[in-house]
């Protein structure tokens, strides 16, 4: 069965600092992989997704990037971190798109890395 | 653009009262509505997809049905574990695998 794993569970990060946020998928190959943001009250956004190796697409501007140097790892880096970019991080993966039957697969989650800044 | 609007935003039962959250949605051709459920502190778990109008799924005391606007997920006879965040999302773009998640439903069953 796939699995999902992220790192650490908990951040604490001062501001200025840079960040390195790991994710890794067991289970499946290619799949399709997502980091999300979520805020207090508020839905998931997400702000970056792959669809293989060194390729990401960028949803939101922001002080933040992303790289996939292998298959089933997923990177979510700053240089440095911002009091804003405090919140809870989500990795998500699923596996591609049924483009026969034009249906978009479910996403599966880790259990997130809650990141505060100071 | 595309909008996902889930009410209410808390829910008090007691257990065995049943009732239904609701999620509606506006978005151009629509490739997928997504239920998950989510506890403190976790991230959301998978609970069903539905892809067409008048489609519906169950799991255990879960029901999830959808129309061409909206779609609700019907809680029957509720225990206290089934307390969490209901997170509702839909999938949108024409080519992408972006979703646009609601803000969810905090649902609290007392025994």
């Known amino acids: 069965s796939q699995t999902i794993h992220q790192w650490p569970a908990t951040l604490v990060q001062p501001v200025g600092s840079p960040l390195s946020l790991e994710c890794t998928v067991e289970?499946?190959?290619?799949?399709?992989l997502y980091w999300y943001r979520q805020a207090a009250g508020r839905g998931l956004q997400l702000l970056f997704y792959?669809?293989?190796?060194?390729?990401i697409s960028s949803e939101v501007p922001q002080n933040l990037s992303a790289s996939r140097p292998q298959d089933r790892q997923f990177i979510l880096s700053s240089k440095k971190l911002l009091l804003s970019d405090s919140g809870f991080y989500l990795c998500?993966?699923?596996?591609?798109?049924?483009?026969?039957?034009?249906?978009?697969?479910?996403?599966?989650f880790g259990d997130g890395t809650r990141l505060s800044i100071l | 653009e595309d909008q996902v609007t889930q009410s209410p935003e808390a829910l008090r039962l007691q257990e065995g009262e049943s009732s239904s959250l609701n999620c509606s949605y506006t978005?151009?051709?629509?490739?997928?509505l997504f239920w998950y459920r989510q506890d403190p502190g976790k991230g959301p778990e998978f609970l069903f997809t539905?892809?067409?109008a008048g489609e519906e799924k169950e799991k255990e005391r879960l029901k999830a049905t959808l129309t061409k606007k909206e779609s609700f997920l019907h809680i029957t006879a509720p225990k206290p574990e089934d307390s969490a965040t209901y997170l509702c999302?839909?999938?949108?773009?024409?080519?992408?695998?972006?979703?646009?998640f609601g803000a969810g439903t905090i649902l609290r069953v007392k025994s």
């Open positions: 998500a993966w699923s596996v591609p798109r049924d483009a026969q039957r034009n249906r978009n697969q479910p996403q599966h």
């Open positions: 289970g499946t190959s290619n799949p399709n």
């Open positions: 792959s669809v293989g190796i060194g390729q």
């Open positions: 978005v151009s051709g629509l490739r997928g």
């Open positions: 539905l892809y067409s």
């Open positions: 999302a839909v999938q949108a773009g024409r080519y992408g695998n972006k979703l646009v």
